[in-house]
């Protein structure tokens, strides 16, 4: 069982940076693909930027260049720093950890960044 729990989301203007982290718990934390993934209003969940246990890291193509992934297996925390936002930014983000060895995926309960332009 892995419980995350997001923190440092927030209100910011355009252009400015925040940095989201996702702390977990459980003793296999660096087994898990951890993805961060955003929903705005009205919209589906999509998937931001994930980061595997062993450091492979994938973003959408919408904030390449802009956020950064990173992970502490030893802090059992994955981390998103978010640079350069927009207001079209603004959404709740979600912690995702995901095994495909155990079937097993887990979400934390969300941090709301609203970004004012």
């Known amino acids: 069982q892995v419980q995350l729990v997001e923190s440092g989301g927030g209100l910011v203007q355009a252009g400015g940076s925040l940095r989201l982290s996702c702390a977990g718990s459980?003793?296999?934390?660096?087994?898990?693909?951890m993805g961060w993934y955003q929903q705005a209003p009205g919209k589906r969940r999509e998937l931001v930027a994930t980061?595997?246990?062993?450091?492979?890291?994938n973003y959408a193509d919408s904030v390449k260049g802009r956020f950064t992934i990173s992970r502490d297996n030893a802090k059992k925390t994955v981390y998103l720093l978010m640079n350069s936002l927009k207001p079209e930014d603004t959404a709740v983000y979600y912690c995702n950890a995901d095994s495909r060895l155990l079937s097993t995926s887990y979400w934390g309960q969300g941090t709301q960044v609203t970004v004012s332009s």
């Open positions: 459980g003793s296999i934390f660096g087994i898990y693909t």
């Open positions: 980061i595997t246990g062993d450091g492979r890291i």
